[in-house]
């Protein structure tokens, strides 16, 4: 069972924020804005976050604003600087570097979210928000990747268990997935395509358990083009072009056909879970990702709370102590109970309570041993993977030569963030910003991380 947290602990979480230096709301009135895109579960535990918080601060009123995913970025790099947008907005940790770039964020002041105290009590992949000496920004959650499986399509299957490796998950989808007369997938053993989180799985999953590493340890080098990788595009693929038990675009989305009981095993994030816990007819589970020559690799993610860069005054006071909130203990163990997402710090995460619910425990398990890609430029190092896997899907290039190219182009990206490292470039340039003819606007809208 979920563990559940009442008014008590939220009351223990107003000590978080006093041990931060933050002091009880006077009685004047100011309302605050807080942005994220629109996923239900997300949405939901907001506003139960919004409402906790409001009844220990009377003088404090925070409007939550939503939009649809395909909209979020373009609105943000509207509003922002026009002074009209969000005091506290989400960003993808991806997204950092560019909107830093941009100047949308304010550092959040040491005083109130010292350094070392975030780099101690979160989980290290956060200290990637940190530039500068300071924090720009800080996760509620973190997320890492498992295998859901169906139970009930294993069970007609004759298995037992979920596959411990990569052997084993091929095996297993060859005995779950069917065919009609014509050849045709008509039930997916899995996965495979996007939208979906298989461009992680590939790169900071799958390069490392065939011998390679995807990148250098600065990320300023992309080191996958070579036999490692394509080796790993080779499985990948193959479970489309030679085991016939996938198939990319299979019922549109992958999620949506492992959510729809079409596909037997399916890699995904944590996130899936909060979904998945309202699919009432569908028997799941979620395991460890399967490993490979005795490797074991997973891939973590997160999202993040920002101060925007033109808040002041009563507004930034109270915006501050409102993400002071939405960070602490108490409000990570509710996300956690209403979407899935784990808690961004270890002591909240790692607690008995939840390591006794088998899926939260699994999922958990693998941020021991996860890697967060360094992103410059989160959206079109995505769109590197989409090109590279359709080269071998649907033109049938040959994995080492597509990797290769892929490595080439993704270098390309990232040497081009570096050249321009010291250039302020104006908000414009931001991926989803107003095509004004100043910049090219982003050339793809990607469908939700969730």
């Not at 409000?331 to 939840?354: Q, Y």
Request: proline content about 6%.
């Amino acid at each position: 069972m979920i563990q559940r947290y009442g008014r008590r602990t939220f009351l223990a979480g107003a000590s978080s924020a006093l041990a931060l230096g933050f002091r009880p709301a006077r009685a004047a009135s100011v309302e605050i804005e807080y942005w994220q895109y629109f996923f239900k579960e997300r949405v939901e535990a907001m506003d139960e976050l919004i409402r906790r918080f409001q009844s220990e601060n009377p003088g404090v009123t925070v409007k939550q604003t939503t939009f649809p995913y395909v909209q979020y970025r373009t609105k943000i790099a509207a509003a922002v600087p026009a002074g009209v947008g969000p005091d506290i907005m989400q960003l993808y940790y991806g997204w950092l570097r560019e909107y830093r770039k941009a100047r949308l964020l304010q550092p959040l002041p040491a005083e109130l979210f010292p350094v070392e105290r975030i780099d101690r009590s979160f989980f290290p992949i956060v200290q990637q928000m940190r530039a500068d000496n300071a924090y720009y920004a800080i996760p509620t959650a973190v997320r890492s990747l498992g295998l859901f499986t169906n139970r009930r399509l294993l069970r007609e299957a004759g298995l037992a268990a979920p596959p411990l490796t990569l052997d084993g998950f091929v095996e297993e989808a060859l005995r779950i997935a069917k065919h009609d007369a014509g050849g045709n997938l008509t039930l997916a053993g899995t996965t495979i395509g996007l939208p979906s989180q298989d461009s992680h799985w590939w790169r900071e999953v799958l390069v490392r358990q065939f011998g390679g590493t995807p990148y250098s340890a600065d990320y300023r080098k992309v080191t996958y083009g070579d036999e490692h990788g394509a080796a790993a595009l080779r499985w990948y693929s193959d479970l489309e072009r030679t085991h016939r038990v996938a198939q990319a675009g299979f019922m549109s989305e992958t999620a949506a056909a492992f959510r729809a009981g079409r596909a037997g095993l399916h890699v995904d994030g944590s996130f899936l879970v909060g979904s998945l816990q309202q699919a009432a007819n569908l028997e799941w589970d979620v395991a460890e990702l399967p490993t490979h020559n005795g490797i074991r690799a997973n891939y973590s993610s997160y999202w993040v709370n920002a101060l925007t860069a033109g808040v002041s005054g009563a507004k930034r006071d109270a915006a501050l102590k409102f993400l002071a909130f939405i960070t602490s203990d108490e409000a990570m163990a509710l996300w956690l109970e209403k979407t899935g997402e784990l808690p961004a710090k270890p002591s909240v995460a790692l607690a008995p309570a939840i390591l006794a619910n088998p899926a939260h425990a699994a999922l958990a398990k693998g941020l021991a041993y996860a890697f967060a890609t360094d992103f410059v430029d989160e959206d079109a190092q995505r769109e590197v993977f989409i090109a590279m896997l359709d080269r071998v899907l649907i033109q049938g290039q040959d994995p080492l030569a597509s990797v290769s190219e892929a490595a080439a182009a993704e270098q390309r990206i990232i040497d081009a963030y570096y050249a321009m490292s010291r250039v302020r470039r104006p908000w414009r340039s931001l991926p989803g910003a107003p095509n004004t003819g100043v910049c090219k606007p982003a050339n793809v809208v990607l469908p939700p991380r969730a």
